[in-house]
């Protein structure tokens, strides 16, 4: 079965370390990955997409994530955080090329940003 | 331009009655899909209407159902309620076609007594 895996339910960096979260997924055809934040109470908003073409994808708010084909990976990565980077983080994956309505989620990852 | 609207944002119900949460998608958009999230199983795919039609399905019994109207919006519902059923319910809308981001509303928090 397809699925996504977030490794490290739990992430602390102290203000301005770099960030990095971890998705790995399972298929020998590559998907479309995203990342997506989440903050307290909200719903879920779009960081960053990889469809095809540059494997090095960035996104809003200073974040950007690299495709590996041969690690099937999609990291996502921030050079130095920011208090308002807290939140939880998914990895999602979609193998319908003629919609995004479903996507296949990761557990999630809260980043906690130290002062 | 308003963002994906779902009502109400908190419901409380006991075990065995159903209910009915709304999502108003972005002007515009015609694919409605739902996620169900918690705090064990995290977000998973309920299914996604597009064009008032039912186009993918999630691994969920048939207690949960939907449907979406001329205008987009769209309505899930759930019969017989049972206490693993209390959760998060988002609402996402999009373009519909090709692979655009999805736009998540705040959500339903639903919980079963």
């Known amino acids: 079965a397809q699925s996504v895996t977030q490794l490290g339910s739990h992430v602390s960096v102290s203000e301005g370390a770099l960030v990095l979260l971890r998705c790995n997924y399972s298929s020998s055809v590559p998907p479309y990955l995203f990342w997506y934040v989440q903050y307290p109470n909200q719903g879920l908003q779009l960081l960053l997409k990889y469809t095809t073409g540059a494997t090095l994808v960035k996104g809003i708010n200073g974040f950007e994530a690299e495709f590996k084909k041969s690690e099937t990976s999609f990291h996502l990565t921030k050079p130095s955080a920011h208090m308002s980077d807290a939140a939880e983080y998914f990895c999602a994956v979609s193998y319908f090329s003629g919609n995004t309505g479903k996507l296949i989620f990761g557990q999630g990852t809260t980043l906690q940003v130290k002062p | 331009k308003a963002g994906v609207t779902q009502t109400p944002r908190y419901l409380i119900k006991t075990r065995g009655q159903q209910v009915t949460l709304s999502c108003s998608p972005i002007?515009?958009?015609?694919?409605v899909s739902w996620y169900q999230q918690t705090p064990g199983q995290g977000l998973q795919f309920l299914f996604e209407?597009?064009?008032?039609?039912?186009?993918n399905k999630g691994n969920f019994p048939g207690r949960f159902s939907g449907r979406q109207f001329s205008n987009s919006r769209s309505e899930m519902n759930v019969s017989t309620l049972e206490l693993g059923d209390s959760a998060l319910y988002l609402c996402?809308?999009?373009?519909?076609?090709?692979?655009?981001?999805?736009?998540f509303g705040s959500g339903t928090q639903l919980s079963v007594l």
């Open positions: 002007s515009g958009h015609r694919s």
């Open positions: 209407y597009f064009s008032e039609t039912q186009r």
């Open positions: 996402a809308s999009s373009i519909g076609t090709g692979v655009e981001k999805l736009f």
